[in-house]
């Protein structure tokens, strides 16, 4: 017969998988954003964007019911499982994630229809803003996947993702300084900068799903 410590890591083990799953998806959802981020820069025609952007809001509904999914086996769990603030917190801002993903890839589409067209250091560092992010988010999904291995696996990925977010903050800041300083009509600037702030954004919210990971190997220590 198992005993209640024995039934609560299954059940942790259950509700922590189910969330590496919702993690592998959304991460799907942003390697979709960045194509459409590096077709835009290479001045692809809104048409090619546009299938991308229902890629990404497929994506979306899949993470939205992942999301509700786990919830709801978390609330069929109850007080027997700790930290169950956590999960949910855990579940929420990698659901976010999906959010402004698909709001970024909304504001892009409309860029390309715009016919915007930037300069060359303002695509590098989109670029490179672009990339950093996915470091931080793969790092992020490294720690999760860790919070089944030794602490100190768990607390090296989530240094990994605090450094990879404060190497996206840095070209972040850069980046919207290029923005600020381009010839962009008013319409374009605004969209772009937005584009830029809710990409960086992303590796915020990763971040802070590795402060809950944290959290979380604390109290079920």
């Known amino acids: 017969m198992s ?17 590496q799953d919702q993690i592998r998806v959304v991460l799907d959802g942003y ?13 692809e025609k809104p048409k090619k964007l546009e299938e991308l952007y229902e890629k990404i809001l497929k994506n979306d509904e899949r ?10 086996e978390i609330s069929n769990v109850g007080a027997l499982l700790t930290s169950r603030e956590n999960f949910i917190r855990l579940t929420s801002e990698i659901d976010r994630i999906a959010d402004i993903t698909e ?53 090296e990925k989530i240094k990994e993702t605090e450094d990879n977010e404060k190497k996206a903050d840095e070209i972040y800041r850069a980046l919207d300084l290029d923005i600020l300083k381009s010839n962009l009509q008013i319409g374009q600037l605004l969209l772009c900068r937005e584009v830029a702030e809710m990409i ?6 990763a971040e802070r799903v590795s402060d809950i990971l944290r959290a979380l190997a604390v109290a079920i220590a």
């Open 3 to 19: 005993l209640p410590r024995d039934r609560e890591e299954d059940f942790r083990i259950n509700v922590l998988n189910l969330i």
């Open 31 to 43: 390697r979709s954003l960045l194509d459409m981020l590096e077709n835009f820069l290479n001045g």
């Open 63 to 72: 993470a939205k019911e992942m999301n509700r999914l786990i919830e709801k």
């Open 103 to 155: 709001g970024a890839a909304f504001r892009l589409l409309n860029l390309s229809r715009m016919k915007t067209k930037l300069g060359k250091d303002v695509r590098r560092n989109f670029m490179e803003l672009g990339n950093a992010v996915l470091s931080t988010l793969i790092s992020m999904r490294e720690a999760l996947l860790a919070t089944t291995l030794n602490s100190s696996s768990l607390m």
């Open 200 to 205: 960086e954004d992303i590796s915020d919210r």
